[in-house]
């Protein structure tokens, strides 16, 4: 399918693409009138009196058009999103009529869904009034609205109090093998002068930022990656001694065990010496022939014996994640995979959504996503089965390029949500991350500014510059710390 987008606004052409994505599985795209076309979009525009005016045609043999007119923002960055979202709206107009197709969530195509509610409510709209705007306006689906209805519902029972209160992160990246799917940046576990420099410099970091957070309250910990469990006992320790000030005030100390093939007793032992109270084992699926595929070197049975043993040592905050929609697996597989991980009754599971990300193997081996019906009923399944086992929704972010155009969702037990989780997928908290491929975050709630600082993303790369990024880190952190 060849289709022409004729705009003067070469701006949108990023916003056109995301919405035809919506639609159509595999299109090609030019600005060139010239060239035959399948479908033909043709948007333009005008200004009168300080409205704004849209129209957008879409011919594909027969003809569809929407138009809109909004009012023009005297703040830049605020007119240039709405100038944006009025026409994506416009255009999803057309190409609902042209298809006859709703995706669940609408229109939408950014991260975080919850926070355009968040933001009308910041704005003065009661919770169910904000609720009703965001489901008209983006055009989502009763069920995704209730969705989101359950996770600010339950968010609400773990806000942060105020703007003093802060979350740590830490990045570890390096991981045993790197799975089919995953677009973060790490290095193979096999290493061994770069992973001890790379704990070296990451202590560094540690010991220089920490004394310039005495303003702040530590509200939460997060070690993640890459695979934090791939360095070995004695680079842990370290980096868990270097990071003691922090461990002893914060409530919630979790630590990414995500691959059960890099877990043993010592290093469980060692967390909870340090007071990690919640950590993460992540299977993905049970199905051998699928771990094989999408390239995670362990077993299910390693799974389960690495679940075991954290339960053995007394760890009574686990999280499990488990993906919908993983090549070659179907509806009946992916049950058998929710039965298996809830025999283990585990206080949350993550249900993501198989999504190819441009740095992913997936995407340079050319796989395709799955078709929309069979990962929609995978992700409805496992809401009903977590519900069921008395795990609600907590939070949720959205991805681009995701099966379905559907989410990934967080589920918990009572009083068992992930705060960091919470944190960071809101930006209601601000977050100081240390360590390669951190980014941390200043956010005034007061003016909904957040003002990042990002690290490295390649342990070498970090490594060589580190005390550049110490400094940038102090400087953000003293601009910014409040007044005690």
Not at 40 to 59: A, F, M, P, Q
Not at 100 to 108: A, C, H, Q
Not at 188 to 210: F, G, Q, W
Not at 244 to 256: G, H, M, R, T
Request: with cysteine; proline share 4%; aromatic share 10%.
């Amino acid at each position: 399918m060849h289709i022409v987008f004729k705009t003067e606004f070469s701006s949108f052409i990023k916003e056109t693409l995301e919405m035809l994505s919506l639609f159509y599985k595999d299109f090609e795209y030019s600005a060139n009138t010239e060239d035959k076309a399948d479908i033909t979009v043709v948007h333009e525009e005008s200004v009168v009196d300080g409205t704004r005016y849209i129209n957008v045609s879409l011919y594909n043999g027969a003809v569809y058009k929407s138009e809109s007119f909004e009012k023009i923002y005297k703040d830049t960055i605020i007119e240039k999103r709405m100038h944006k979202r009025q026409f994506k709206l416009c255009l999803y107009d057309c190409l609902v009529k042209a298809t006859g197709y709703r995706p669940p969530w609408g229109s939408l195509t950014g991260i975080r869904p919850t926070g355009l509610v968040y933001k009308k409510m910041r704005e003065g709209a009661e919770f169910n009034e904000a609720l009703k705007w965001f489901q008209n306006r983006f055009d989502v689906s009763p069920d995704k609205t209730v969705l989101v209805k359950e996770i600010i519902a339950e968010q609400q029972k773990y806000a942060a109090a105020n703007s003093n209160e802060i979350d740590i992160y830490v990045g570890v990246p390096f991981c045993v093998s790197r799975c089919r799917y995953c677009s973060f940046f790490s290095d193979a576990a096999n290493n061994a002068p770069l992973m001890e420099k790379y704990t070296d410099c990451l202590i560094k970091e540690i010991s220089a930022v920490l004394p310039e957070l005495k303003s702040y309250k530590l509200r939460s910990f997060y070690m993640g990656g890459g695979t934090p469990t791939a360095l070995n006992k004695e680079q842990l320790k370290r980096i868990l001694y270097a990071l003691k000030p922090v461990l002893e005030k914060v409530k919630e100390i979790s630590i990414e065990a995500g691959r059960p093939d890099t877990i043993d007793i010592d290093k469980l032992k060692l967390f909870k010496s340090f007071g990690v109270n919640r950590i993460s084992i992540n299977p993905q699926t049970k199905h051998e022939t699928t771990l094989d595929i999408i390239g995670r070197s362990h077993s299910s049975v390693e799974t389960e014996n690495a679940f075991n043993l954290a339960r053995s040592l007394g760890f009574d905050n686990i999280n499990m994640d488990i993906i919908a929609g993983l090549p070659g697996e179907n509806e009946a597989m992916f049950l058998d995979t929710l039965k298996w991980v809830s025999g283990m009754n585990p206080e949350s599971i993550t249900i993501h959504t198989l999504s190819i990300k441009r740095a992913s193997l997936m995407h340079q081996w050319k796989d395709s996503l799955p078709q929309n019906q069979v990962v929609e009923s995978m992700v409805d399944m496992g809401r009903e089965f977590c519900v069921k086992n008395n795990l609600k929704p907590y939070y949720l972010y959205r991805q681009k390029r995701q099966a379905g155009n559907l989410e990934n969702t967080g589920y918990a037990k009572p009083n068992k949500a992930c705060i960091y989780n919470i944190d960071s997928m809101e930006e209601m908290c601000s977050i100081i991350a240390l360590g390669a491929g951190g980014i941390s975050k200043i956010i005034d709630l007061d003016s909904d500014k957040i003002i990042r600082s990002a690290n490295m993303m390649d342990a070498r790369r970090y490594i060589e510059r580190i005390d550049l990024m110490i400094d940038k880190k102090k400087e953000l952190i003293r601009r910014f710390a409040p007044v005690r």
